[in-house]
């Protein structure tokens, strides 16, 4: 497994000005909700910058698709991206709340989360209409029993990525809160269809 020192310099070269993350998994079945923790740590604090309580953050895209990405490709791939981010429980052989990088030839075949569609299928079907760099950051996942909270393990990696997520943008020269779009996904602004925020 890479250092989180090396994941920050390692996403810093391959994100773009328009990145979006994509949170994926089952919220209700323990650690197959890391994805989603992911994007809701992302958006957490995106809005405490556009509140003025913290200091200007580096502004992504979050989709929180839950255990169905194919319901928002329209969001993940319009406007056209430059960098798509999918943030899923992988098992990567490791302990609970490890980080990966893996390509997209890299997820056939791998254990990912109880979504229905294949990752490999979904990160394809996107890099073909949108023509973004699309890789998956994993988290390994401890259980994932139906009604179960995620693990500690789980949760300290899902903070993790999103912090790794933000170092990386900053250390890119992503745009901050006030020249980017809010938040996609459930519950997001309107503006998440292009329109500039103020």
Same mark, same amino acid.
């Given at each position: 497994?890479?250092?989180?020192?090396?994941?920050?310099?390692?996403?810093?070269?391959?994100?773009?000005?328009?990145?979006?993350?994509?949170?994926?998994?089952?919220?209700?079945?323990?650690?197959?909700?890391?994805?989603?923790?992911?994007?809701?740590?992302?958006?957490?604090?995106?809005?405490?910058?556009?509140?003025?309580?913290?200091?200007?953050?580096?502004?992504?895209?979050?989709?929180?698709?839950?255990?169905?990405?194919?319901? &928002?490709?329209?969001?993940?791939?319009?406007?056209?991206?430059?960098?798509?981010?999918?943030?899923?429980?992988?098992?990567?052989?490791?302990?609970?709340?490890?980080?990966?990088?893996?390509?997209?030839?890299?997820?056939r075949g791998r254990e990912t989360?109880? &979504?229905?569609?294949?990752?490999?299928?979904?990160?394809?079907?996107?890099?073909?209409?949108?023509?973004?760099?699309?890789?998956?950051?994993?988290?390994?996942?401890?259980?994932?029993?139906?009604?179960?909270?995620?693990?500690?393990?789980?949760?300290?990696?899902?903070?993790?990525?999103?912090?790794?997520?933000?170092?990386?943008?900053?250390?890119?020269?992503?745009?901050?809160?006030?020249? &980017?779009?809010?938040?996609?996904?459930?519950?997001?602004?309107?503006?998440?269809?292009?329109?500039?925020?103020?």
């Amino acid at each position: 497994m890479s250092s989180p020192a090396d994941l920050v310099r390692s996403l810093a070269a391959r994100l773009g000005a328009e990145t979006v993350v994509v949170g994926i998994g089952n919220p209700w079945r323990g650690d197959d909700a890391l994805g989603c923790l992911v994007a809701g740590h992302l958006r957490g604090s995106m809005e405490e910058g556009a509140a003025g309580r913290a200091a200007p953050r580096p502004r992504f895209r979050v989709v929180d698709a839950e255990e169905v990405p194919e319901s &928002h490709l329209d969001r993940i791939v319009r406007p056209a991206p430059d960098t798509v981010v999918l943030v899923d429980a992988v098992d990567l052989g490791a302990a609970p709340g490890s980080l990966a990088v893996l390509e997209v030839e890299e997820l056939r075949g791998r254990e990912t989360s109880t &979504h229905r569609t294949p990752l490999a299928l979904l990160a394809h079907y996107i890099r073909q209409q949108s023509g973004a760099d699309v890789f998956l950051l994993g988290i390994q996942p401890g259980g994932r029993e139906l009604g179960a909270p995620p693990s500690d393990e789980g949760r300290q990696g899902a903070r993790l990525a999103a912090e790794i997520l933000e170092a990386a943008a900053v250390l890119a020269g992503l745009p901050d809160q006030g020249r &980017h779009r809010a938040p996609c996904g459930r519950g997001g602004s309107p503006t998440c269809a292009g329109e500039a925020s103020d």
